[in-house]
């Protein structure tokens, strides 16, 4: 497996390659962060948009073929009836920039200044090359807007050029001039984004170069990059009033929070890449960026689950500076923590309101069936390896938001009157290897079947046989049956059957990973021993079985 790391956060301008031109025209009347947009449509995550392309086949070629020269060229754009002519393309990224599939970015006003589309200057479009689930961004940045941080809107697209396919893409809002009027109010200050190569710095004190060898100006405002200097300073060894009279420490502190929350292990707080920086009359704010290596990236889901928010940069695998070799840590955070920032509290409200795991689940939940048929078809094919992702996705919000509340994330009603669950039953028995786990996994409180979350039940490696003791009284059994997600792919699948006074009850078909869950229906039982028997279909297994929803009444 070839792990390719996160893009640079900034669409760097290429040698020779200004910023893009200032708006000459009056600057339009932008809505605010939760006012009514009309370009909300464009990023509409109920929907999938059609884009076309076309232009000169060879164009396309170079584009497509030698993404890395990020040449421009100019192309037609239709979306539905819409025609924008002279609409500048070129290939950006870094670590997901792929021949094939390249990630693009649309400037609408490129070759024609002023020109727009519906309002929107550029778009950007993501291959989600390291993303098999499609969905990271989606998610992530919208938890980070309901949490009132400034973070790009989403959504997808089909791209076709020439009339032939061309992949499924994420698209991005870029941060620029209309996104920074939309969340600040002014779009006349300093965006920096960093250079490529050059993460890892943050807002420490900058050492080998200067701040423009470090950072990328996003915008036509006039800097030699002295302001990053001395913020950097005062972060550094500022006062507590300079530090808050230049620094929207508030903001800072509960961006890395919520990013670490939700696994974030490439971002400023955690290895000092992934974001921009924005100085709006000398008081500067953060804006995320590029979250596909947050929400237990497919490569890192064990590391993204033990994030510190108070220390990520321990758990991040590219925590240090680039060039200098030195270990990061993010100052900012650090001055919030000395300060007194409640970092717990800040960790208890993200997970009770805009993480809120059963609002998250559902918009995966969603964002999955809507796209699954556009990823199988996509020219990555990573179909498999996205059924995988999505529930896995699933799996890791609900582990991490348990973990962090200390409880099942998930609402877990109680008995009925007279009825038993499997931890009132005495599970007992063999496992093929490991531990009888009851209303628990490896992951957590309860489990997870192809996706969906039981709050109780018995876990139990294949080969097992679990006992139950059935009290008098008891005529009734129900259960399903499945294995526990999580790439636990180091077997072929396993039987359940349920057993009692050698007759067998039930059996069901036979389960591989990520299968749904299987459910034995109401069984007649007597008071006494009932078995719960897996069977692996190979002699060795490592197979998760789960009975879960185990009741008796």
């Not at 941060?175 to 420490?204: E, I, K, M, P």
């Not at 925590?319 to 650090?334: F, K, M, Q, R």
């Not at 200390?406 to 009157?417: L, V």
Request: glycine share 10%.
């Amino acid at each position: 497996m070839t792990l390719l790391l996160a893009c640079a956060v900034a669409d760097i301008p290429l040698a020779g390659e200004s910023p893009a031109p200032a708006d000459t025209a009056e600057e339009e009347s932008v809505p605010g962060p939760g006012e009514s947009d009309p370009t909300d449509a464009i990023f509409d995550p109920t929907v999938i948009h059609d884009f076309a392309l076309e232009l000169p086949a060879a164009d396309w070629a170079d584009i497509r073929d030698n993404p890395y020269a990020e040449n421009w060229h100019a192309a037609t754009f239709r979306h539905g009836s819409e025609v924008v002519e002279t609409v500048g393309i070129r290939a950006f990224g870094a670590g997901s920039l792929i021949p094939g599939k390249p990630s693009i970015k649309l400037s609408f006003d490129h070759f024609v200044p002023g020109q727009d589309y519906n309002g929107i200057e550029q778009l950007k479009l993501d291959n989600s090359s390291q993303d098999p689930g499609f969905m990271n961004e989606l998610i992530g940045t919208a938890i980070l807007r309901r949490s009132g941080l400034p973070a790009a809107r989403t959504g997808w697209t089909r791209l076709t050029v020439n009339d032939e396919p061309a992949g499924f893409y994420v698209l991005f809002e870029p941060v620029d001039d209309r996104f920074l009027r939309r969340w600040f109010g002014d779009d006349s200050g300093n965006l920096y984004g960093t250079a490529d190569g050059h993460h890892g710095q943050g807002l420490n004190p900058i050492v080998n170069g200067g701040p423009l060898d470090w950072y990328v100006p996003q915008t036509n405002a006039e800097t030699d990059g002295s302001d990053l200097v001395a913020i950097a300073e005062i972060v550094a060894s500022g006062s507590e009033a300079e530090l808050e009279a230049a620094l929207d420490l508030d903001e800072f502190t509960r961006m890395s929070v919520t990013r670490s929350v939700f696994g974030g292990i490439d971002t400023f707080s955690a290895d000092g890449n992934n974001f921009y920086l924005y100085n709006l009359d000398g008081f500067w704010s953060i804006v995320a960026w590029d979250l596909d290596a947050d929400l237990g990236y497919p490569y890192y889901f064990s590391t993204a689950l033990v994030v510190d928010p108070e220390a990520p940069w321990l758990t991040s695998p590219w925590a240090y500076n680039p060039v200098s070799g030195a270990a990061y840590t993010d100052p900012v955070l650090s001055r919030a923590i000395a300060s007194g920032i409640d970092i717990e509290a800040i960790v208890q409200e993200s997970l009770a309101g805009p993480g809120e795991w059963s609002v998250v689940d559902a918009e995966i939940a969603a964002a999955a069936a809507l796209i699954r048929e556009d990823v199988y078809d996509d020219l990555l094919g990573y179909g498999t390896a996205f059924d995988q992702r999505r529930h896995d996705l699933r799996l890791w919000v609900h582990t991490r938001a348990s973990a962090l509340l200390g409880r099942d994330a998930a609402p877990c009603d109680d008995p009925a009157p007279g009825e038993y669950r499997a931890a009132d039953l005495g599970p007992a028995g063999t496992v093929g290897w490991g531990s009888l786990l009851v209303d628990s996994t490896n992951w957590g409180p309860g489990f997870n079947i192809a996706g969906e979350h039981f709050c109780t039940g018995v876990f139990a490696h294949a080969p097992s046989d679990v006992t139950l003791a059935l009290p008098p009284g008891v005529t009734h059994f129900s259960a399903a049956v499945g294995l526990q997600d999580w790439v636990q792919q180091c077997g072929d699948g396993a039987t359940f059957s349920v057993a009692q006074d050698g007759a067998t009850l039930w059996t069901s078909s036979s389960r591989a990973n990520y299968d749904e869950p299987v459910a034995t229906g109401t069984l007649a039982v007597v008071t006494g021993e009932l078995h719960l028997v897996a069977s692996p279909n190979a002699e060795y297994s490592c197979d998760t079985a789960a009975w879960v929803d185990v009741r008796a009444w």
